[in-house]
């Protein structure tokens, strides 16, 4: 068994209530950092630690809060992002249904290294049982003593508010959370200035995931140092896995970063393979908004060597044979499933919830997804491959904020991958609308070659 | 820091003051190299960086950080810094990802140029002919909805709105209620006037002013003419209203005054924000004292109202045979 931080009492009954929590050794972060530490080596600690932001773009947790400006006399914020929408991706849900205190502890810990005396946990409209769950546990902390004025007695006050969000996948983008946060239509803002520097309100906010939050008690109750030996490289800790597709045992895994994907797909600790015996054809690791790779390519590197659960393996090779770690919404496709149809799924996704500021972004998911709603239901031409790939390179990159990149990466990866079965959609419509491609080429193993060509 | 950065934009090097945007540097230096801006106002505080034509890619961030930024960068949102290098026509990936924006931004666009009363003036039309490929790549139906009436007065073409944001600003900041906004979201994003509450306010006509395409038309000069064939004469009043300095210009067809705008500059943007007596009231030439005729771009499709000196085309100079075939038009050039 790997080590579990998070999830380590997640069985034990009743442990969403305050006293079951505290009996199995919450708060103790609380303790340890509000009496013993400074809220500079709390931030020390956290970078010691080398844990990265779990909510898609893995920047360094401590690194973001040592940006975080201090200017006398201005309130400063601690927003955690509980919007999770992104398709794949469940494992902040999770965690605030069953184990709301470790984000409650999380919040009080790094609101006190923060100097926040304000916190906000921006939680998707959607999940209102969630919200009621962290409602009813704030109530329960407050109650205890664990928030609100002059907590245990050092002088620290802080005030945790819940706030449900509208359910629009772009309030996760930091800064559309902030506008949403403070009341306006929820638009990303363009940067700079970032939220450290002029954040909600206009003061300096930082804004971290509900897994990046919770994974700041272990690091204050073991020591940053401790927390780093776990994981492998840069990619340190633990980390939830929302696996779902196809597999024996879809649900959240909490893996040692560093874990082979192989091993996260086929063993029985984990997800104990594909599901009725099919073959793996692809899989999305981190989300909807990451590459899709075949399934050679998920299982191993370009040149042979087996692939890993980590920020850098998961993205070693680019764009070109890689993908990215996401959120860790990992999404398994058999024999049977079709990449177009996937890939016109995630882009209508996306077209739904564009905002609608900047223009590539606006009309061109739009357009993305009638091309490919074409392609999928059998009107395509060789040409609307091309036209695709054409888009999405002139919205990616061209856009306000991230929700662009995320709008074209798939689609550009299911073409550079898969184009195969794009072109046997357009020359086969009628059997395109009867039968699956199959698996084709797209599991052969690759070969371990010797020598490596570099490129560039 | 000192108050003065140099910034060099295509190679020529401009000193500008501290904090200035990439484009307000472009537009110190003039010219080619100043990079379109369709949703940028100089005027409305916080508009820009939505249209993203305006984008351009920074070679070297600055004199300490030489190292460039990693994306195109919106020019109208990204100050300078010290020892900025930026490529804007010199690049071909701007041009090109300019070209993907003018695409992208037309094909949810009627097209409808040749009923649209803003065709001539229209900066998406200009973009458009500059920027833009001779046929749409997009086959599927534009999105559609219906005209708005605001008020008797103005009229909303949501269909060929651009979703700038300006006339949001525009009811934001110079309105002193808000009225506008935007609804829904992604391309079904409409600008709204709740409930199609009319836009009761002094200068609720300079939102017309500001939309850089035909969406917010002028219902009183609707259908009246082609711009082109009217003739634009600056004239000004003695506007009794506090903020409105009475500084117009009056399109002329004949004796009547088709309509009145507020004075714009190079680039499109009012000078001076006017009220809605002088834009829709004062239709007389009596109320007006004229000035001068309207100084138009001779690259404009206006300019063919001949206030501007007549000069043929720079192909015709040196080729004799080329002289004697236009002899009648440049014996005009002669008169004038």
Not at chain 1, 361 to 380: A, F
């Amino acid at each position: 068994m790997s080590r579990k931080l998070l999830l380590e009492h997640i069985n034990v009954p009743g442990i969403n209530t305050l006293d079951v929590y505290r009996q199995k050794g919450g708060y103790r972060a609380v303790e340890k950092a509000l009496k013993t530490l400074t809220p500079e080596e709390i931030v020390e600690e956290v970078k010691k630690s080398g844990l990265r932001g779990r909510g898609g773009a893995g920047f360094p947790t401590g690194m973001k809060w040592s940006f975080l400006a201090k200017p006398e006399g201005v309130a400063r914020y601690l927003v955690c992002n509980a919007d999770e929408s992104e398709p794949g991706t469940f494992k902040d849900r999770y965690l605030m249904t069953h184990i709301p205190h470790a984000l409650i502890e999380g919040m009080i810990v790094s609101s006190f290294a923060l100097g926040a005396k304000v916190s906000y946990i921006y939680v998707r409209g959607e999940m209102m049982p969630q919200i009621r769950i962290l409602e009813k546990a704030i109530a329960e902390a407050k109650a205890a003593g664990w928030l609100g004025k002059n907590i245990l007695g050092t002088g620290y006050d802080l005030e945790l508010y819940v706030q449900p969000g509208g359910g629009a996948y772009i309030c996760g983008e930091e800064t559309a959370l902030l506008e949403s946060l403070e009341g306006k239509r929820g638009n990303p803002r363009i940067k700079p200035p970032f939220p450290a520097i002029a954040g909600l309100y206009g003061c300096p906010t930082v804004v971290n995931n509900v897994e990046s939050i919770a994974a700041v008690v272990p690091i204050i109750n073991d020591g940053g140092e401790e927390y780093a030996k776990i994981g492998i490289g840069r990619s340190t800790g633990t980390k939830l896995i929302s696996a779902s597709g196809n597999l024996v045992k879809p649900g959240v895994y909490e893996i040692e970063l560093g874990l082979p994907v192989e091993e996260f797909i086929y063993s029985d600790e984990y997800c104990g393979g594909i599901a009725n015996g099919k073959r793996l054809k692809a899989t999305v690791a981190g989300g909807s908004s990451v590459p899709i790779l075949p399934a050679n390519l998920t299982l191993k590197y370009a040149n042979g060597e087996p692939r890993l659960m980590s920020y850098e393996s998961l993205s070693e090779g680019g764009f070109a044979t890689g993908t990215m770690m996401g959120s860790g919404g990992f999404i398994a496709f058999d024999e049977d499933q079709c990449i177009v149809r996937n890939t016109w799924n995630f882009a209508r996704f996306y077209h739904h919830e564009s905002c609608g500021q900047c223009s590539p972004c606006r009309e061109g998911t739009g357009w993305m997804e009638k091309v490919l709603h074409k392609i999928e239901h059998g009107h395509g031409s060789m040409d609307d491959v091309d036209l695709l790939w054409d888009i999405q390179r002139k919205i990616e990159g061209n856009t306000i904020c991230p929700l662009g990149d995320a709008a074209a990466w798939p689609v550009a990866s299911a073409i550079r991958h898969f184009r195969d079965e794009f072109e046997w959609h357009i020359k086969e419509p009628i059997k395109s609308q009867q039968q699956n491609y199959g698996i084709a080429n797209y599991a052969v193993p690759i070969e371990k070659t010797v020598e490596v060509k570099s490129e560039n | 820091m000192s108050d003065k950065v140099k910034v060099t934009i295509d190679g020529i090097t401009v000193e500008v003051d501290n904090g200035t945007t990439i484009l307000n540097a472009a537009r110190q230096i003039g010219g080619d190299i100043v990079p379109p801006a369709m949703c940028y106002y100089s005027k409305l505080e916080g508009s820009g960086g939505k249209c993203r034509t305006c984008i351009v890619k920074v070679t070297k961030g600055s004199e300490k950080d030489p190292r460039p930024m990693p994306k195109l960068v919106a020019s109208c949102r990204t100050t300078v810094m010290d020892g900025m290098e930026v490529l804007n026509i010199t690049s071909p990936e701007v041009l090109e990802a300019r070209a993907g924006v003018v695409e992208i931004l037309l094909i949810n666009h009627p097209l409808d140029c040749p009923v649209c009363d803003q065709a001539g003036e229209c900066d998406l039309q200009n973009l458009g002919y500059e920027h833009g490929l001779q046929k749409t790549r997009y086959e599927f139906e534009r999105r559609t909805f219906d005209r708005i009436d605001i008020g008797d007065k103005i009229q909303l073409h949501m269909n060929r709105c651009i979703l700038c944001y300006r006339c949001v600003f525009t009811a934001d900041q110079i309105t002193n209620k808000r009225v506008h906004g935007i609804l829904n979201r992604g391309d079904h994003s409409e600008i709204s006037t709740y409930i199609q509450q009319a836009v009761d306010n002094d200068f609720s006509g300079n939102v017309i002013d500001v939309c850089p395409v035909g969406a917010l038309t002028d219902r009183t000069f609707r259908f009246k003419n082609r711009v082109w064939f009217t003739k634009p004469v600056d004239a000004h009043r003695n506007c009794d209203h506090e903020k409105c300095n009475g500084k117009v210009t009056l399109w002329y067809k004949g004796e009547d005054v088709l309509r009145v705008t507020a004075r714009k500059d190079q680039y499109g943007e009012v000078e001076e924000f006017i009220c809605n007596t002088c834009r829709f009231d004062k239709k007389a030439t009596s109320d007006w004292i004229i000035e001068q005729p309207t100084h138009i771009d001779d690259t404009s499709v206006i300019a063919s109202n001949h206030y501007e000196t007549l000069k043929p085309l720079h192909v015709i100079q040196p080729n004799q045979a080329l002289q004697a075939a236009n002899e009648i038009e440049l014996h005009k050039t002669v008169k004038y």
